[in-house]
């Protein structure tokens, strides 16, 4: 894996393809929200524990959330204190104070490496995908509908995903993210134990995330995420030009 | 008289059809000099270009599975500071044989003008490779005009505070940066640049700094600002759109390391490269099994090369078979002709007592003559050719390569010989059994044939 | 002249060739002497097989039975090389056409069949040959190409290269066919005291009548055997 940079997440309601007899959207809004698809705007921290070639890493981000947008600061260890990961859209780019201008870095640049994690942390299926309904699937003794996700945009990282939601709670369970030939590339698994508050109602939030690498699986990267807040950001937080100043 | 002169005489009985077969073979043989002279200058560039250019060195030291997983895995597959150290030892009591011994560092990033990034790949040598490697003498004789710039117009002229690093055109090109840095002062102010509009692209152009990210060997994301001291290219043009050279001092803090991809060995003397496949590396081998010692001419290394080498080889060959073909079969036709038109003579030869053997080798000798006599015109022909195309300017493109290159030949000496001597023992051989199966007839009818 | 002993025995020497489908018996039982110093003619029309008799005794064709000894050498037991070298060193050919190579002159045509005798140093070759050109008369013409030459001289070029081996016997086929009298006659004359000075034995195929009166024996052949 290229890097240990793992980010926030997901999502926007957005419009979606519909299965027949499923209400697709509906399910796939519901999972969504409980994985900060909120338009208003979110903080919150995650940690990040990165199992490589048997070698223990770990990193802390502030991740600031706004509109598909995300702001990530990293906090630990000191040494990359102050470098930033802006993901706008599908755009990545870093920056470190004394760097002249930001770097980008494409859809197909993150395919390898932890910035891939990343982008499985903030994945928008809804502008980026087409969802279809496949089947009903039993996941961990639990019923879940399976979606099967085909991008439809050029330089998304991941061509096609198969994404499982539990019937029961409506959480999603389970994503694997493949190729444009089907092979799978990574794998994630999802909880819900923190709690978040938005409109007077309580809502289970994501907790952790664990991803892995299809080809090695004994490379695993471990996201726990706390302290989740509504928070309105400034636009301007999320310009690329203002990354310098 | 000898048997030399008679046979000699012998080919003046029909000047014209002499001088057409001779002229024949003069032409064939000059085309297959010609051509294994131009083969044998690309081979020659291809390796010099190889060795010097792409710093592959007569011979490498490297970790084994560095180039499986170098690149994905550096830090694994580096050579450690006690690695070097222990080399360093070891190649302490052959230090006479080395015109230059020095490291390199490759790795992977991207490069990024501001508003686009680019893959690149980057070699971290030390200054002292720029200086010495244009005083080797084969890389005088062989190394085309364009490899052959001052060492100044490079990085060495720059210190390490000044980020100096070249880029070769292409990439450059495709980053819009066409100035280049000459010094701090020379910088354009820093500020936030509008990647959307196409105004912008103005500012780009002047401002010769780059931003370098990369994954450091100590995890995590590295970046550092660059500046292009000059461009260059690297002969080939696959390399040619993701390449960047820079100080070793560079890349090792772009990357946070001590550790080297490689060590790079140039020999005094290229021609003992034998000697150290067979003697020295059996010993490395021993005292080194985590590490290996890859010479040149390994595809692993050089595979654009090695490649191509062989597949000249194998193109000279063919011309080699071609030309022994249509030799062979000239001498066949003449041979036939000419024993075909003196059947009675061949009978009064017999009848003076000559053998067959004597017969067959009496025309053998005609045809040696003749062929040695096409070879030795075809040989002056081949130098006259060959001078006329190295005088004449004439540049081309190469496949693989990068850029025009001057079109030459260079006349290989062994193979002129070595050419000449088989082809005139094979005309010898085929003269000699052709006219023992041919004269192979009763005398009395040769003579009555009259 | 003084004739000595058999130089050569031929005895019930038989040949048959194939033309086509057809088998033609050239030679019927032939039973011949040839003596040392001999000046003899082999007299026969057309196809009455004297060439075919003259090629076998020159060895440059085998018959089909009989036996052939050349002093006490049973030539038939020997391999084609070593006829080749008997024939080099103890037969000398004079043809109708006289069959010099053109690209030669004079000296190096008479020299041709020395070229292949090792054991003679090149003072030796060099005298023998001068001495050849000089018997037939034509030490003028040394360096002449034969092309440059009458028909008679080259005749005589052609009678020195058969002398210059000093062989034992000399076969001519037809040697004056191609001459006018006058020069046959100068040609005959020089054979005869060829014959005489070195005691070379002369055998000549032909039907010239001029030839065949100044012969010392006449050998008639008709359909293949000798009458």
């Known amino acids: 894996m290229f890097s240990k940079i793992f980010v926030s997440l997901i999502l926007l309601s957005g419009s979606f393809v519909f299965a027949s007899t499923v209400d697709t959207k509906k399910i796939i809004e519901y999972s969504d929200r409980t994985r900060g698809a909120i338009p208003e705007g979110l903080e919150w921290i995650v940690k990040l524990n990165s199992v490589e070639e048997e070698e223990n890493t770990s990193r802390e981000f502030f991740v600031k959330y706004k509109s598909n947008d995300s702001y990530v600061e990293s906090k630990a260890p000191a040494k990359f204190e102050g470098e930033v990961f802006l993901f706008k859209g599908r755009s990545l780019w870093f920056f470190k104070k004394g760097l002249r201008a930001p770097v980008s870095i494409s859809a197909r640049q993150k395919l390898s490496g932890a910035a891939a994690n990343g982008d499985i942390a903030s994945t928008n299926y809804a502008q980026d995908y087409t969802a279809t309904f496949v089947k009903m699937e039993t996941v961990n003794n639990e019923e879940c509908y399976l979606f099967h996700l085909k991008s439809n945009a050029d330089d998304t990282t991941y061509d096609q995903i198969d994404y499982w939601i539990s019937k029961k709670t409506g959480l999603a369970i389970k994503a694997n993210f493949l190729s444009l030939q089907g092979k799978p590339l990574k794998s994630a698994v999802f909880s819900y134990k923190n709690q978040l508050k938005y409109k007077g109602k309580q809502y289970p939030f994501i907790n952790e995330m664990k991803i892995t690498d299809a080809k090695n699986p004994n490379n695993q990267s471990t996201l726990n995420y706390s302290n989740p807040k509504i928070k309105n950001h400034p636009v301007s937080l999320f310009n690329v030009n203002n990354l310098k100043r | 008289m000898e048997l030399w002169s008679l046979a000699f005489k012998n080919l003046l009985r029909n000047p014209r059809r002499s001088i057409v077969t001779g002229l024949a073979i003069a032409i064939g043989y000059t085309g297959l000099n010609v051509f294994n002279g131009y083969v044998h200058q690309v081979e020659r560039t291809l390796a010099i270009t190889s060795i010097y250019l792409n710093h592959a060195g007569h011979f490498s030291i490297i970790k084994k599975g560095w180039f499986e997983k170098g690149l994905s895995k550096p830090r694994l597959f580096s050579l450690d500071q006690q690695d070097q150290t222990e080399l360093s030892d070891f190649f302490r009591p052959y230090e006479n044989d080395f015109f230059l011994k020095t490291p390199i560092f490759t790795g992977i990033g991207l490069i990024s003008n501001g508003c686009r990034s680019l893959p690149f790949y980057i070699k971290g040598l030390e200054r002292i490779y720029r200086t010495e490697t244009p005083k080797a003498p084969e890389f005088i004789k062989w190394a085309v005009l364009e490899f052959k710039r001052d060492p100044k117009e490079t990085y060495i002229s720059f210190n390490d505070d000044d980020f100096p690093l070249m880029v070769t055109y ?34 780009l152009s002047k401002d010769p700094s780059v931003q370098l990210l990369a994954k450091s060997f100590s995890g995590g994301f590295a970046a550092t600002d660059a500046n292009i001291v000059s461009h260059y290219t690297v002969g080939f043009s696959f390399l040619d759109d993701i390449s960047i050279e820079g100080p070793l001092s560079l890349t090792q803090k772009l990357y946070d390391t001590q550790s080297i991809s490689r060590l790079i060995f140039f020999l005094k003397n290229p021609n003992s490269i034998n000697h150290w496949k067979s003697k020295i590396l059996p010993l490395f081998e021993k005292r080194f099994p985590k590490l290996e010692m890859v010479f040149f001419d390994d595809p692993r290394i050089s595979p654009f090369y090695t490649g191509s080498a062989s597949f000249l080889d194998s193109l000279t060959f063919l011309f080699i078979l071609i030309a022994g073909i249509s030799i062979t079969l000239t001498i066949i036709n003449s041979l036939t002709i000419s024993i075909l038109e003196r059947s009675k003579e061949i009978g009064t030869f017999r009848a003076l007592g000559f053998t067959n053997n004597q017969l067959a080798w009496l025309f053998g000798r005609e045809m040696i003559l003749l062929t040695s006599l096409s070879l030795f015109f075809g040989a002056l022909f081949s130098v006259m050719t060959a001078f006329l195309i190295n005088a004449s300017g004439l540049e081309y493109i190469p496949p693989g390569a990068s850029g025009n290159i001057p079109l030459r030949v260079s006349l290989e000496p062994q193979f002129l010989f070595i050419s000449f001597c088989s082809f005139a023992l094979l005309v010898l051989i085929v003269s000699y059994f052709l006219t023992k199966k041919r004269i192979s007839v009763n005398t009395s009818r040769l003579l009555a044939d009259s | 002249m003084i004739v000595f002993m058999a130089l050569i025995e031929l005895k019930n020497i038989k040949k048959t060739y194939t033309l086509g489908e057809t088998q033609i018996q050239a030679l019927r039982g032939i039973n011949l002497q040839l ?5 003899a003619a082999l007299i026969g029309t057309s196809g009455s097989g004297k060439s075919t008799l003259l090629h076998i005794l020159g060895t440059i064709d085998d018959p089909d039975e009989g036996s052939f000894t050349m002093g006490d050498q049973n030539v038939l037991s020997l391999s084609e090389n070593e006829k080749s070298y008997l024939r080099n060193k103890k037969i000398g050919f004079i043809f109708q056409s006289f069959h010099l190579v053109p690209v030669l002159n004079i000296y190096e045509n008479v020299e041709l069949p020395l070229l292949i005798q090792s054991h003679l140093s090149k003072k030796e070759r060099h005298e023998r040959i001068l001495q050849s050109i000089e018997n037939v008369g034509l030490k003028d013409f040394l360096h002449h190409p034969p092309n440059k030459l009458s028909g008679g001289q080259r005749q005589r070029v052609a009678i020195a290269r058969a002398l210059v081996t000093h062989p034992s016997l000399i076969l001519a086929d037809e040697p004056t066919a191609n001459l006018d009298s006058a020069t ?43 009458i």
């Not at chain 2, 495709?174 to 100035?179: A, G, H, I, Y």
């Not at chain 2, 840095?181 to 500012?203: F, G, M, T, V």
């Not at chain 3, 054979?191 to 010392?216: A, G, I, P, W, Y």
């Open chain 2, 170 to 203: 292409n990439l450059s090109q495709l980053l819009n940066k066409k100035v280049t840095y000459k010094n701090a002062a020379s910088l354009p102010p820093s500020r936030i640049i509008d990647c959307q509009k196409e105004s912008e692209k103005e500012y």
């Open chain 3, 35 to 39: 003596h040392e110093g001999e000046f």
């Open chain 3, 184 to 226: 046959t006659h100068k040609i005959v004359d020089l054979l005869m005291e060829l014959n005489t000075m070195m005691k070379v034995t002369f055998l000549f195929c032909t039907h010239d009548e001029k030839l065949m009166s100044r012969v010392q024996r006449q050998i008639r052949i008709q359909d293949g055997v000798i």
